[in-house]
């Protein structure tokens, strides 16, 4: 992850001018990708078909899903044919890669199926990449108004941590989800029937006061950091919350290594609200290179 970020970082910096001005969500964009891909063990001329792939499955649960049928159907089918010859391709040499791992798992003799795995790699592409560049994003906006945090942040990987966990209870990518009743109940007089759908707020949950005492702050310096739902809980908690968790804070380790001070260069240009994965479109940056 460092050395992703690290290199980026040392092209970006190579202009060799006193600062210089990027857009954080177009120069991060790849980051998740070579890191989910790093972990898949894919070659890395092979990224960009990932970002690709990653943006046509976002199309899926967007407006303009409606107009790109044709599209979606080749590009998926595409990523398909991609995984299935990649897992076979391990199931003859199998790695030290998520991939040979997810063939050699076995419960009460069931392995998963070649299908079964597609679908794992097609699910973590989709949970995986726009919500961490978004909230890396997300991160650098919040930051890029608080010069002091940033300057604190300087050899201090415990505030680092905590500036990752309060920007997702702050400004977190999944606004709400959905749940069906398993089982009919009552709540402030209110029956609810099995089957009824139900829509719970996350950012609304995430700024409740009567659980984070100035909710409408940002402050990494909060008591129970990971008190917040972002991740959702329960049965439901996001599998890959260590993950992104780690590529937030490894990003922003690395980061404040090259960058003595980001600051606004324009206006934070935010996704439509209705989104189902939310975040910063456009987060233009004055950075000061190290």
């Given at each position: ?170 400004l977190n990518p999944i ?11 009552e709540y402030r007089d ?101």
């Amino acid at each position: 992850m460092r050395d992703y970020v690290s290199e980026l970082a040392r092209s970006l910096n190579a202009s060799n001018t006193a600062s210089y001005v990027v857009d954080a969500p177009e120069v991060l964009s790849r980051y998740p990708i070579a890191v989910i891909c790093h972990h898949l063990a894919v070659e890395q001329a092979d990224w960009d078909l990932f970002s690709r792939w990653a943006e046509t499955t976002f199309l899926l649960f967007s407006s303009e899903a409606q107009g790109n049928e044709d599209r979606i159907f080749k590009e998926m089918k595409e990523f398909s044919h991609y995984c299935t010859a990649l897992i076979n391709e391990r199931r003859a040499h199998l790695g030290d890669d998520l991939i040979s791992h997810l063939i050699e798992a076995e419960q009460e003799g069931d392995r998963l199926s070649t299908p079964e795995m597609v679908s794992l790699i097609q699910g973590i592409i989709a949970a995986g990449t726009d919500t961490t560049r978004n909230q890396l994003s997300t991160a650098l906006a919040l930051l890029s108004t608080r010069p002091e945090i940033w300057s604190d942040m300087q050899g201090n990987d415990e505030l680092v941590a905590g500036v990752v966990e309060e920007s997702l209870r702050y400004l977190n990518p999944i606004r709400f989800v959905i749940r069906q009743v398993n089982e009919p109940f009552e709540y402030r007089d209110v029956a609810f029937q099995k089957g009824t759908l139900l829509a719970f707020s996350l950012a609304g949950a995430n700024r409740d006061e009567h659980h984070f005492i100035g909710s409408n702050a940002f402050d990494p310096r909060r008591k129970r950091p990971r008190d917040h739902l972002t991740f959702s809980s329960g049965i439901h908690h996001c599998l890959g919350a260590a993950l992104a968790r780690a590529e937030l804070h490894e990003a922003l380790i690395t980061l404040r290594e090259y960058w003595t001070r980001i600051e606004p260069a324009g206006d934070v240009i935010w996704k439509d609200s209705r989104l189902a994965v939310w975040g910063a479109q456009s987060v233009p940056l004055r950075v000061t290179p190290a």
